[in-house]
């Protein structure tokens, strides 16, 4: 089985269920807090594995992020990779409003300490058939990037959130981009979905390109083929990992063999029952109950 090494953020989530999201001015008394695991990293980690990837996760956390280690390890993603020397666990404050829709505030954290010699250090450890995933919620991608590359494994990139630091990163080394419309606007200047993904094959002809389009699914596109998946209609209780459990299951599923049909819609499965529970990384499902509900749903 390949590695999938997942570079990427480690983050204690305080999660505010409110009315309404605060405006500017405005003081809120929350109907209640939840403290969770989260950050991209760590969400597409657990996302991964209960698709059956072998995973392993590289990043940094401070001394209060032991249980993050644990709850990696309870889905048997290894740790071995990641450092444990920061000034404190990243951290993001997330409202959820009565719909299920969010708006995050995050404080990187150790996510911001990485070091090169870190970085080149993990990288020694993996070769030409194995995936690197990461995201944009630590500092060095651009060097994460150039070393995945020069051990010449396979990249899938989610740019979110999309900033500098993305935009001047070598994405043309890049395989995969899993995106958003925003995010996918922000690389391309474009608007419409399919024009999107053209810009993109047109800059980087290398890669093939995953957007998520919310409630209008997603859409894979390559050189050779475009293919749409719609999306599950579910009631929401919180959208807050639905991005990361379909970027772990497709990943997961394409590399694995799947045919990008398949992944798609394993994939849309997963994060339909993921806005369907309270919080992130343990909104994920496995990848027995996503084939059980897709079952479900066919019928």
């Known amino acids: 089985m390949r590695k999938i090494l997942n570079f990427g953020s480690l983050n204690i989530d305080h999660v505010y269920q409110v009315d309404h999201f605060v405006q500017p ?97 993990v990288f020694s450890h993996f070769g030409q058939d194995d995936i690197l995933l990461l995201q944009n919620e630590t500092n060095a991608v651009s060097h994460i990037i150039d070393k995945a590359f020069e051990q010449k494994m396979k990249i899938a990139l989610n740019p979110s959130p999309i900033d500098n630091a993305v935009l001047q990163a070598p994405l043309n080394k890049v395989d ?15 608007k419409e979905p399919e024009k999107i993904t053209g810009a993109l094959l047109k800059k980087y002809p290398r890669a093939k390109i995953v957007l998520t389009l919310g409630k209008g699914g997603a859409l ?37 063999g799947c045919p990008v049909e398949e992944s798609l819609r394993l994939a849309s499965v997963a994060s339909s029952i993921a806005v369907s529970r309270k919080g992130a990384a343990v909104a994920i499902p496995t990848i027995e109950e996503v084939q059980h509900t897709r079952l479900a749903l066919q019928r």
């Open 25 to 121: 001015g405005e003081t809120l008394a929350a109907k209640h807090l939840d403290l969770l695991p989260g950050g991209k990293g760590l969400n597409q980690s657990v996302a991964l594995a209960r698709a059956g990837a072998q995973v392993y996760q590289a990043g940094k956390i401070g001394p209060d992020g032991g249980r993050l280690v644990e709850l990696l390890e309870k889905d048997s993603i290894h740790t071995d990779y990641i450092d444990r020397t920061g000034t404190a666990t990243g951290m993001a404050m997330i409202q959820v409003n009565p719909s299920g829709q969010n708006c995050i505030l995050i404080s990187h954290g150790a996510n911001g300490e990485l070091t090169d010699a870190f970085i080149d250090s």
């Open 176 to 190: 995969y981009f899993i995106l958003n419309e925003i995010e996918g606007g922000c690389l391309t200047g474009e």
């Open 220 to 256: 894979y596109q390559d050189h050779q083929k475009a293919v749409k998946h719609s999306v599950y209609k579910v009631p929401v209780v919180d959208t807050t990992g639905a991005g990361d459990t379909f970027t772990g299951f497709f990943l997961a599923c394409v590399t694995g």
